[in-house]
């Protein structure tokens, strides 16, 4: 494991209600957030389908199989959320491509490709006030987003 890994994040044991259960409530969250964007919900996400891969299987193919059904499960919760089904589809992806490993180091792969998608959110916008902070000095930023997340009515 790289020295600043987290390690992966392993529930006790628990039965397959308790994994969809926590999917589901992950699904039920993200279709009634209207308040955080694309990136937090896709970090939700990906946490709910590193808890379903951290449960135990018996074969690669069942985990497979799980992880390809929670990120359905999750990415219909809000469609339009490209961010959402991009960060599942890598984890998914990189799942599957490894689909010749034993099933423990399966989930160790998909917890390190998850914990590095979220770590690599984190540094892209400290990499942005870096790269911005000299051409910022007495200046006012403005964003904007065209995001179906937020809805006045």
Known sequence: MPRNASPPRRLPPACRIAEMSTVAATVDELRANRTNGGSWMARRAI????????????????????????????????????????????????????????PDDLQQLVSEEANGLIASRERAAASIAVHLAPRLTNALVLTHSNSATVRVK
């Not at 469609?79 to 089904?85: F, S």
């Open 47 to 102: 946490e709910a389908l590193l808890e379903v891969a951290a449960q135990p299987v018996s074969s690669t193919e069942e985990l497979q199989e799980r992880l390809r059904s929670a990120a359905r499960e999750l990415a219909m919760a809000r469609p339009a959320m490209g961010a959402i089904t991009h960060a599942l589809g890598r984890l998914v992806a990189a799942a599957q491509t490894a689909s010749h490993l034993p």
